[in-house]
């Protein structure tokens, strides 16, 4: 089986059909690790499409505050204008798919998918000494997760941990052989908003036979983004990150 693994996407179109076209033909099935919506100006549109189209899908942080599962006490000021609007312009459809979202970590053959960490949906697995933490509580041996928006992860090896980089700058896929006595961390990294420092759309794919994972990168139209979010009135800051990848 040869799953599209997607995260992150945050209502942005532009990138969500720029990594489809570019995915086109690599997959079999396709699993969405959270965060659909929030931040972008196209939350009916990655909804939507998620809901038609992807096999299984964890909620994320911003999925729960849109929905109005979570108050947003907890967000910075431009992800809480953006999850207001959200909420002003989701379909009821939409919103009540979007409260129906399975909190992670859930089991997906001999692996799980999940958003933020396997032991807590919202927290943020960004360091070394935070995944080596997990070693004694992974269930199963490669979890797909999301939420920092940072491509690439963690090996964790009886060694020491080893960090996997993201897919270098000059190139558009890199890909990860997984050994078998090895526990893994993975991140696809965020189709709508990357944070590591590179602006394209980031997915990955996970070919269980080969028990290979392929990392890619791909440019999109961030100024027709950008355009979208400044045109629904999002604050200025999010339009200004797509094209820092920050
Ligand atoms: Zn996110």
Redesign the pocket.
């Known amino acids: 089986m040869r799953y599209l693994i997607l995260s ?1 996407s ?1 209502a942005n179109r532009e990138a969500l059909e720029a990594t489809l076209a570019r995915a086109q033909g690599l997959w079999d099935e396709v699993l969405c690790l959270g ?1 659909v919506v929030g931040y972008g100006a196209d939350p009916n549109f990655c909804v939507e499409w998620t809901q038609e189209n992807a096999k299984r899908c964890v909620r ?1 942080n ?1 999925d729960k505050a849109c929905a109005g599962l979570d108050d947003l006490e907890w967000f910075n000021a431009a992800a809480k204008a953006s999850a207001v609007w959200t909420q002003s312009v989701l379909s009821e459809p939409n919103i009540q798919w979007l409260r129906g979202l399975a909190k992670g970590p859930l089991i997906i053959e001999n692996f799980q998918i999940l958003h933020g960490s396997p032991l807590d949906e919202d927290e943020y697995l960004l360091q070394m000494h935070e995944a080596r933490q997990l070693l004694g509580y992974l269930e199963v041996p490669l979890s797909f997760f ?2 920092t ?1 940072v491509q690439g992860g963690f090996q964790l090896h009886r060694n020491g941990v080893i960090r996997i980089p993201p897919v270098p700058r000059d190139v558009e896929r890199s890909e990860c052989h997984l050994e078998n006595d090895s526990f893994y961390l993975i991140n696809p990294g ?1 189709v709508g908003q990357p944070r590591d420092g590179d602006p394209r759309a980031a997915f990955a794919t996970y070919d269980t036979q080969e028990r290979l994972v392929t990392y890619y990168r791909v440019a999109y139209d961030i100024t027709a983004a950008q355009k979208r979010i400044r045109s629904a009135g999002l604050p200025e800051l999010l339009a200004r990150r797509l094209g820092l990848g920050q």
């Open positions: 992150d945050h965060d994320g911003h999301g939420h928006h965020s």
